[in-house]
């Protein structure tokens, strides 16, 4: 079981990345997905989040608007796709994968990240 992410870069202001999280022995039909980044102050930020079960979604203030996370039909692939991106958006991406029983978390599993950098 892993989650293997792609699609970072470098990206000048103003340009667009699309992030992709693949999960392997699993599919996400019975977690949350979720996009985390290091905030400014080092602290881990929800970025986007999307539910298996019913799709619904959810987003950090600063990037709604621009961020949009969704998944395939085969449920194996999350995407977040990041649109006017800004300087500030620039820091490691990492995918999450929780699924829960009961309301207990029974599984946690993380992709090992992707470099954001927006410069000019």
């Known amino acids: 079981v892993q989650l293997v992410e792609s699609g970072g870069g470098l990206v000048q202001p103003g340009g667009s990345l699309r992030l992709s999280c693949a999960a392997s022995?699993?599919?996400?039909?019975?977690?949350?997905m979720t996009w985390y980044r290091q905030g400014p102050r080092k602290e881990r930020e929800l970025v986007a989040q999307i539910t298996g079960a019913d799709g619904s979604t959810k987003y950090l203030d600063s990037v709604k608007g621009r961020f949009t996370i969704s998944g395939d039909n085969a449920k194996t692939t999350v995407y977040l796709q990041m649109n006017n991106l800004k300087p500030e958006d620039t820091t490691v991406y990492r995918c999450n994968a929780k699924q829960f029983r009961d309301g207990v978390l029974w599984n946690d599993y993380w992709g090992q990240g992707t470099q954001v950098t927006v410069s000019s």
């Open positions: 022995g699993f599919t996400f039909s019975s977690y949350v």
